[in-house]
């Protein structure tokens, strides 16, 4: 029996809104639910009481377990077999490695944070 995965982003972020966007597309992964983190506080706020802060990364649950920032990225890169576009072929093989994954997320953080702030939008999600 497959996992259940469930993919939470910012979706005020056009970077985390297209990439969750090509993931339920394009990813091939047949048993994820992809959820705006905007539009789901009341999970985002249990989620932040158990340390996992949606400003800090996306979050990635796989049936009892939780990953996140750079580790949720990696996971979910890892799951993406095959997908049906370029650009998503692209970025899964660059964040299947941990290395680049770790190496690369904190400049993904910044751009979030940039583009949130022109769009005059708040970083925080609760």
Excluded: W
């Excluded at 005020?12 to 992964?29: D, G, R, T």
């Excluded at 990635?60 to 072929?89: W, Y």
């Amino acid at each position: 029996m497959n996992a259940n995965l469930t993919f939470i982003y910012d979706g005020e972020c056009p970077f985390c809104n297209h990439f969750a966007e090509l993931l339920e597309l394009k990813s091939k992964i047949y048993n994820i639910s992809i959820l705006d983190g905007r539009k789901n506080q009341t999970l985002i706020s249990s989620l932040l009481k158990k340390g996992y802060d949606l400003d800090k990364g996306a979050i990635l649950i796989i049936d009892d377990n939780i990953f996140h920032g750079a580790e949720a990225i990696n996971t979910v890169c890892k799951q993406i077999n095959n997908p049906s576009g370029n650009l998503l072929r692209l970025l899964s093989i660059i964040f299947k490695s941990n290395k680049r994954t770790n190496l690369l997320f904190p400049f993904l953080l910044r751009a979030r944070r940039f583009a949130l702030i022109s769009k005059g939008v708040s970083t925080s999600l609760v």
